[in-house]
């Protein structure tokens, strides 16, 4: 059974931080590539970033040079640190895992991340 666990998100001021995790069971980590997503209320979900089996990293232009992500294997964890947080990043995070052999793909539950003063 897959699961995809995120982690990390609340509440952060204008120009904050906050580190979000996602920890992955069920699969073999290293054969996925993994990403992040968010959906804000009453829009579609959007990438924000990606990062590979071979850890190249692919990021939406709205979150370049304030987000970075990046993946443990040794504990199936895929991590998005963000800096310098606005409130158009408010949003539900999603984690996402996609196959590489096959394209099967797996979404996390979601984590709530509100930036306000």
């Known amino acids: 059974q897959v699961q995809l666990v995120e982690s990390g998100g609340g509440l952060v001021q204008p120009g904050g931080s906050l580190r979000l995790s996602c920890a992955a069971s069920?699969?073999?980590?290293?054969?996925?590539?993994m990403g992040w997503y968010r959906q804000a209320p009453g829009k579609q979900r959007d990438l924000v970033a990606t990062?590979?089996?071979?850890?190249?990293?692919n990021y939406a232009d709205s979150v370049k040079g304030r987000f970075t992500i990046s993946r443990d294997n040794a504990k199936n964890t895929v991590y998005l640190q963000m800096n310098s947080l606005q409130p158009e990043d408010t949003a539900v995070y999603y984690c996402?895992?996609?196959?590489?052999?096959?394209?099967?793909?797996?979404w996390g539950q979601g984590t709530q991340v509100t930036v306000s003063s």
């Open positions: 996402q895992c996609v196959r590489v052999y096959n394209n099967r793909s797996y």
């Open positions: 069920g699969i073999i980590f290293s054969d996925y590539i």
């Open positions: 990062i590979t089996t071979g850890s190249s990293t």
